[in-house]
Nanobody, 113 residues
Framework: QVQLMESGGGLVQPGGSLRLSCTVSGIVFSVLEMGWYRQAPGKERELVARITLSSSTNYVDSVKGRFTISRDNAKNTVYLQMNSLKPEDTAIYYC???????WGQGTQVTVSS
């Protein structure tokens, strides 16, 4: 059974940092294109960052220069380092893999003073 488990969310002040983790089981992780998405209240789920098998990355414009996606194939884990967080980054963050039909339970990130 394929499972994705996100962790690392929480409450942080504007300008702060968080590191999200997503561990995948039940499937060969190293061949997966992985991604982080987020969904804010009242909004559609949106792509935040993706990382390919060869660790090429792409980001939504709003997080470029602040967020970094990375992967550790030995640990079946993808990470999202989030720096210089803003209130508009508040959302539930989900990880998934191509073709983007399986999702974890999500982890809440709240940026507020």
């Amino acid at each position: 059974q394929v499972q994705l488990m996100e962790s690392g969310g929480g409450l942080v002040q504007p300008g702060g940092s968080l590191r999200l983790s997503c561990t995948v089981s039940g499937i060969v992780f190293s061949v997966l294109e992985m991604g982080w998405y987020r969904q804010a209240p009242g909004k559609e789920r949106e792509l935040v960052a993706r990382i390919t098998l060869s660790s090429s990355t792409n980001y939504v414009d709003s997080v470029k220069g602040r967020f970094t996606i990375s992967r550790d194939n030995a640990k079946n884990t993808v990470y999202l380092q989030m720096n210089s967080l803003k209130p508009e980054d508040t959302a539930i963050y989900y990880c998934s893999f191509n073709p983007w039909v399986r999702w974890g339970q999500g982890t809440q990130v709240t940026v507020s003073s």
